[in-house]
Structure formats: structure tokens, C-alpha cells
């Protein structure tokens, strides 16, 4: 399974939501904690191609995207291709 990476800020709901779509799916991943830490949210920033909100999901070298993008992926049934 490829390293899963998702960029996070304590109080996002939408952060909350990705990460249980993960845990249910039993996806281990690396949070990373972007609220007080200027130059990690630079780096996610940068790999997300610009894009400032939060969450922000890689997994391998595939910018999935937000949480948005994670469920769509899932109910399209495309998902579990990209996590094996």
C-alpha cells in the first residue's frame, strides 16, 4: 500500500471527515498538522500545486486533493485502486 499523506489544521471539520473515511477503509496515513507551522503549510502548499485549504491528501506521489475529492474517489468506486 502506498504512504498516505494528509495535511490537516486541528479544527477542520472537513479534515475530521477525510480522516474517518481513511479509518474506516483501515488506511494507515501520516497527519501533518499544518496549524502552527508556517513552513510545513509552505511544503504542502508547494506539493499541492498552490492549493491553501485543508486537508490536502496525497497518497504515494498522487495529489488526490481534499476531502471532497477523497469521497468522490469512493463513491466512484476509484479508491481502493489507488490504495493498493
Not at 481513511?22 to 510545513?40: I, P
Not at 486537508?55 to 481534499?66: D, E, L, T
Amino acid at each position: 500500500m502506498p504512504d498516505v499523506v494528509i495535511y490537516t489544521k486541528s479544527w477542520c471539520s472537513y479534515c475530521q471527515r477525510a480522516m474517518d473515511l481513511l479509518r474506516r477503509k483501515g488506511v494507515e496515513y501520516t497527519e501533518l498538522e499544518v496549524s502552527r507551522d508556517d513552513a510545513l503549510e509552505a511544503e504542502m502548499v508547494s506539493r499541492a500545486g498552490g492549493r491553501r485549504t485543508v486537508p490536502q491528501i496525497f497518497i504515494g506521489s498522487a495529489h488526490v486533493g481534499g476531502c471532497d475529492d477523497l469521497h468522490r474517489l469512493e463513491a466512484e468506486g476509484r479508491l481502493d485502486a489507488l490504495l493498493r
